[in-house]
């Protein structure tokens, strides 16, 4: 099954015709016809299409059927235009403001560790800063979706192995109380000293598959049992920021 194959089925399971989807997300409905007959074989958002569909993205990408078994749909979101969707998950709204904006009661900053990059490549070495600035979040929100705030922190991603999901530079927030790995789903890890952010997926016998969203460049590392003791799992990814 090709990703347009996929692509369609996960809307016609999520009920929704092309023009619907295309509101929700924000694009025309030529452009989902456009990927749904094979003419666009890589949707500029795909991430936002995966969240609107309730399907994992590595799923929607590559086919990943574990990962497709696997998820759980979460709480719904309403987007700009009103509607609402019971599949969408993994996202939690943000409204601006700056250092001077004071916090009102359904507010919680989260500390922004800007002297640690997660790598989504090489990796990087693990150092930890608590200074700095901090990022705004609803304790309504996080609490909906599971989240203690106390144990939520937002880092900056490097490295273009998560691709085209998260590029080089996005900021992730990590729910650094839920280490335990539901198949499919994206986690900060410490890996034999180095941090990285990919998708983890269990395998028989205690092993370990790491996955990245850019596998051309970077394949999947299937770990042993033996190996898998070296990853460390910091806490999911919750949420994630993109500005182009």
């Not at 016609?12 to 619907?20: F, G, I, V």
């Not at 030529?30 to 969240?51: H, Q």
């Not at 890996?191 to 394949?219: C, H, Q």
């Amino acid at each position: 099954m090709k990703l347009k194959d996929r692509f369609k089925q996960a809307r016609e399971a999520a009920k929704l015709t092309q023009d619907e989807l295309g509101e929700l997300v924000g694009v025309s409905q030529v452009s989902i016809v456009k990927i749904e007959n094979g003419k666009t074989k890589d949707p500029r958002k795909i991430n936002d299409f995966a969240r609107v569909l309730g399907v994992p993205v590595d799923w929607l990408l590559h086919g990943d059927s574990d990962a497709h078994k696997n998820h759980i749909k979460e709480v719904p979101f309403s987007f700009g235009s009103g509607k609402t969707n019971s599949n969408v998950s993994h996202l939690i709204q943000l409204d601006p403001w700056d250092n001077k904006t004071p916090l009102n009661d359904d507010e919680v900053e989260v500390p922004f560790y800007i002297e640690v990059e997660l790598s989504a490549g090489i990796g990087s070495t693990i150092q930890l800063e608590t200074s700095g600035p901090k990022l705004r979040f609803s304790k309504s929100s996080l609490r909906k979706h599971g989240i203690d705030y106390n144990a939520a922190a937002c880092v900056k991603v490097s490295g273009n192995s998560m691709e085209p999901v998260i590029p080089d530079g996005a900021t992730v927030g990590i729910d650094t109380a839920n280490t335990t790995i539901k198949d499919g789903d994206m986690f900060a890890i410490d890996w034999a000293g180095a941090l990285f952010v990919k998708t983890l997926t269990r395998r028989p016998g205690g092993g370990l598959r790491i996955r990245s969203f850019n596998m051309d460049e970077y394949p999947d590392e299937n770990l042993t049992l033996e190996e898998a003791q070296q990853v460390r799992v910091i806490g999911r990814v919750f949420w994630y920021s993109v500005i182009r």
